[in-house]
């Protein structure tokens, strides 16, 4: 996820919209808040409280009918990127018109890729596009070190030491993280 947010080549201060609330999510916006980012996220209720603690701006409910209102009362004049972390093109074309002109899309979930479609007649502008052929983890390594290290990443965030699952019981711990009883 961090190679992929650097790929971008965000700016500190810029301003980041993040679609999702899962794990994935959840790395981008330690991500975000590291690389000195205002984050901005959209995602499920639940995880509301998790994201805030990551450093979110705003979090709102993709649930709420009055999310687009609550994105724009806190915007100034739009966000520089929007990252789809869950990969259906929904919720991307409802905020597509937040994002600055020039700014940059990354689509880094694959749930509806074989037929995700971005509206472009939704954008401001031009906009660069982003996602995930280009993937080069180790890249990211030495970096992730570094925040692990200075304490700015904590692998506990991701992990409930209360649901542990041994190999036998992969089917147990998939049912859990799709019932969303763990991250």
Do not use: C
Request: charged share 25%; aromatic share 8%; no cysteine.
């Amino acid at each position: 996820t961090y190679s992929f947010l650097k790929r971008m080549q965000p700016q500190t201060r810029q301003t980041i919209l993040l679609i999702g609330s899962g794990a994935t999510a959840l790395a981008l916006a330690d991500h975000a808040r590291n690389l000195g980012l205002t984050l901005l996220a959209v995602g499920g209720a639940d995880r509301m409280e998790v994201f805030t603690k990551s450093g979110a701006k705003l979090f709102v409910s993709y649930k709420d009918k009055e999310y687009l209102s609550k994105l724009k009362a806190e915007l100034d004049s739009g966000v520089d990127m929007i990252i789809d972390a869950i990969g259906s093109s929904k919720t991307i074309n409802e905020i597509l018109p937040l994002l600055k002109k020039s700014g940059k899309i990354g689509v880094y979930g694959l749930d509806g890729h074989l037929d995700y479609k971005i509206d472009i007649s939704q954008a401001a502008g031009d906009f660069s596009y982003y996602d995930g052929q280009i993937y080069d983890e180790g890249s990211a390594h030495d970096e992730i070190i570094d925040f692990i290290e200075n304490k700015k990443l904590n692998a506990w965030d991701y992990l409930d030491r209360n649901h542990v699952y041994p190999l036998e019981r992969i089917k147990d711990a998939l049912a859990a993280s799709h019932g969303r009883q763990v991250l």
